[in-house]
């Protein structure tokens, strides 16, 4: 399960690189997220510099926050971006068995059965979080399911398919939702029980199945390709869910004074995918020996903030740059320097209502690191404010501040 909003594809090159630099238009969706009304930041914080304790929370632009809403999960969880539901999943070994649960933030905690010999590759909540998304998958016999629940009436679809050669979506592969827009639930597809791979962006055509009766049925053969198997790449998907922004690397733009701090990848490219017509769009690219290195949607959806500049030696960008693109002209705007400490890694940033929130970690020299977030308003992302420090924090996406 990613511990971030961002989707996270790794594998290798093919053609994606060559679509990138092209360019065409697109149309509209359902089920997405309106990140103006969540002005919040969820959060999962992790305290300590070597410490494992962690706990989810929602952060206001002043810190206001109602407490751990998570404390210290055994399991992968993640909190729904209305505040209201929290999911666990993974292997429980006080019961030694693989759970998939979910639960009222105040609640009691709800089983969704978990066929023997399945494990749970991925849970989370859609982006208008009224459904959960999840992924199972076995060895024997080699299958998965994609399941469909809603929390709040219990109804539950799930479609069963083939993980071997003849996957409908290549040999051996399976897939994580990103979003159900119209009858099409677009996918991410990966070799279970592998890491380190991204097989593509596929849509399912769900055609009269998504409001089918309860139950379970063979996952449709319909299948379209949007995007190859190709390299690492990092995505967002827009408030509105139409658009996948992804930072890509180009070949032709190798990184210049980079120093890699083990396995790594390093990104130059910025682009989109309409999820309802396919066309993918080139929206930025860095300069000369540069990288770009965090991404994330204005409320409104009509821009990319993305960080980018210079690695100076080091393994990440050195005192970056935000800017902003349109998604449908292009047109790249420089906003201001996230910090002007050299010493600060910006791993993350989160646009909700109208703040900017972002994560600047800190090496230390005993080993670990320090991990502060800040929030600023969005028009002035330079005059930021700490709210809560850690030795690592996440940002899952925008949220609604609730009273526990």
């Known amino acids: ?17 060559a679509a990138l630099w092209g360019s065409a238009s697109g149309v509209g969706t359902v089920g997405a997220q309106d990140s103006g009304e969540r002005p919040h930041a969820i959060a999962r914080v992790y305290e300590g510099p070597l410490s494992s304790e962690s706990y989810f929370t929602i952060f206001g632009p002043d810190g206001s926050n109602p407490g751990k809403l998570m404390a210290n999960p055994d399991q992968q969880g993640e909190l729904s971006g209305d505040g209201r539901w929290i999911v666990s999943a993974g292997f429980d070994p006080a019961r030694n068995a693989e759970t998939l649960e979910y639960r009222p933030v105040n609640g009691r905690p709800t089983a969704i059965p978990v066929d023997a010999g399945f494990s749970v590759l991925n849970a989370h909540f859609s982006p ?4 959960l998304f999840y992924t199972l998958a076995s060895l024997e016999p080699r299958q998965w399911i994609l ?7 219990g109804r539950k679809i799930e479609f069963v398919g083939s993980s071997g050669d003849d996957s409908v979506l290549g040999p051996g592969l399976v897939a994580n939702a990103i979003s159900l827009v119209g009858e099409r639930m677009i996918l991410s597809a990966y070799l279970p029980f592998a890491g380190g791979n991204f097989g593509g962006i596929y849509a399912i055509n769900l055609t009269g199945l998504a409001a089918a009766a309860p139950g379970r049925y063979p996952l449709p053969t319909s ?4 995007l190859p198997a190709g390299p690492f790449i990092l995505a967002s998907l827009s408030p509105d869910g139409q658009w996948l922004a992804f930072l890509a690397f180009n070949e032709a733009n190798p990184p210049q004074n980079y120093s ?3 396995p790594a990848a390093t990104f130059n490219a910025l682009g989109a995918l309409n999820l309802t017509t396919g066309e993918v769009r080139t929206l930025a690219q860095a300069g000369p020996g540069q990288g770009l290195e965090a991404l994330t949607w204005t409320p409104d959806g009509a821009n990319v903030l993305f960080t980018g500049g210079s690695y100076g030696g080091s393994y990440y960008i050195v005192t970056p740059n935000l800017y902003g693109v349109d998604i449908a002209t292009a047109t790249v705007v420089e906003r201001g320097q996230l910090t002007s400490n ?8 989160l646009a909700c209502g109208e703040t900017l929130y972002s994560v600047a970690n800190v090496d230390l020299a005993e080993g670990g690191r320090t991990a502060d977030l800040y929030a600023a308003p969005l028009d002035n992302p330079t005059a930021r404010t700490s709210l809560v420090s850690g030795s690592t924090i996440f940002l899952p996406g925008c949220g609604a501040l609730i009273t526990p």
């Open 1 to 17: 399960m990613p511990k971030s909003r961002h989707i996270v594809f790794y594998g290798v090159i093919v053609a994606l690189l």
């Open 147 to 153: 399941g469909l629940f809603d929390p709040e009436t």
């Open 128 to 131: 208008d979080a009224r459904m």
């Open 342 to 349: 050299p010493a600060e890694v910006i791993t993350d940033i």
């Open 260 to 262: 890699s701090f083990g």
């Open 223 to 226: 299948v379209e390709q949007l």
